[in-house]
T-cell receptor
């Protein structure tokens, strides 16, 4: 099965600074690499995803980069805002049929 | 409906009781998933349906767990003879297809087994 690790497990950044979270995975067959955001007591919500034929994808302040050779992908958030505070999960998989979620990164934005 | 709906939102069961958790996916979504999320952990895959067919149930922890989606829409996750380690939030998600793309999660059903 897929082994997924996320680093760091907690991250605090000053408002306006950038945050980077890294996810490593083990299954070379994985071809779909999403990031989900979960606020306290709420449902997980997709914030960005990338497929294996693309190296980078950007959506406003959020970007994801993928290194398939090294089997890791990263979430980049620029110009952080208080509403970015949440737990972020990577969830690689083959298609979206059986995503393996990481253990999460708790991001705190300091005003 | 506008989103994925789950019921009940909260369930307290005595050890040994059976429970049933319901999921109403987004209309027209082919794929339906059940995940289990323990406190402070990421969601863990339980099972996956494409229409009414259960294509993968490899994540179900034991034969006490059973899921069905008989008409390819509403799904029920049943847990028999509940145990304390079953306490968790059970998340249902649906997506348009299973190839890739966003999973739309419900708010979850929080099960507490005493």
């Amino acid at each position: 099965g897929e082994n997924v690790e996320q680093h760091p497990s907690t991250l605090s950044v000053q408002e306006g600074d950038s945050a980077v979270i890294k996810c490593t995975y083990s299954d070379s067959a994985s071809n779909y690499f999403p990031w989900y955001k979960q606020e306290l007591g709420k449902r997980p919500q997709l914030i960005i995803d990338i497929r294996s034929n693309v190296g980078e994808k950007k959506d406003q302040r959020i970007a994801v980069t993928l290194n398939k050779t090294a089997k890791h992908f990263s979430l980049h958030i620029t110009e952080t805002q208080p509403e970015d505070s949440a737990v972020y999960f990577c969830a690689p998989g083959f298609g979206n049929e059986k995503l393996t979620f990481g253990t999460g990164t708790r991001l705190t934005i300091i005003p | 409906g506008a989103g994925v709906s789950q019921s009940p939102r909260y369930k307290v069961a005595k050890r040994g009781q059976d429970v049933a958790l319901r999921c109403d996916p987004i209309s027209g979504h082919v794929s339906l998933f059940w995940y289990q999320q323990a406190l402070g952990q990421g969601p863990e895959f339980l099972t996956y349906f494409q229409n009414e067919a259960q294509l993968d149930k490899s994540g179900l922890p034991s034969d006490r767990f059973f899921a069905e989606r008989p008409e390819g829409s509403v799904s029920t996750l049943k847990i028999q003879r509940t145990q304390q380690e079953d306490s968790a939030v059970y998340l249902c998600a649906s997506s348009l297809t299973g190839l890739a793309g966003e999973l739309f999660f419900g708010e979850g059903s929080r099960l507490t087994v005493l």
